[in-house]
């Protein structure tokens, strides 16, 4: 069992920035790749970005290839997302995925654990 917990959501202006934390419970921390994932109102949970398990490789939404970066600690057991350049599009409930299996990063399916979401909102 994996427990994730996201803060670091917010009230951010158009242009502006903020990093969202993932920080999860557990010894296998490093045994699991982990994603992001968004939903705002009225609209399906969309893939926002991934990392491997060892962190090398990086995957990412096309509406915010450039602009957001994901990054993990092992050994602070967390997972980053610092978004750059935000977009009142980008408004949405932020949340956070592990999984321990093979398969498809985008697919929110592919995921075991899910963390309860943090709120950003991006004011125009």
């Known amino acids: 069992q994996v427990q994730l917990v996201e803060s670091g959501g917010g009230l951010v202006q158009a242009g502006g920035s903020l990093r969202l934390s993932c920080a999860a419970s557990?010894?296998?921390?490093?045994?699991?790749?982990m994603a992001w994932f968004r939903q705002a109102p009225g609209k399906e949970r969309e893939f926002v970005a991934a990392?491997?398990?060892?962190?090398?490789?990086?995957y990412y939404g096309d509406s915010v290839k450039g602009r957001f970066t994901i990054s993990r600690d092992n050994a602070k057991n967390t997972v980053y997302l610092q978004m750059n350049s935000l977009k009142p599009e980008d408004t949405a409930v932020y949340y956070c995925?592990?999984?321990?299996?093979?398969?498809?990063?985008?697919?929110?399916?592919?995921?075991?654990?899910w963390g309860q979401g943090t709120q950003v909102t991006v004011s125009s």
């Open positions: 995925a592990a999984r321990s299996n093979s398969g498809s990063y985008y697919r929110q399916t592919e995921y075991d654990y």
């Open positions: 557990g010894r296998t921390f490093s045994t699991y790749a």
């Open positions: 990392i491997r398990r060892s962190g090398i490789s990086t």
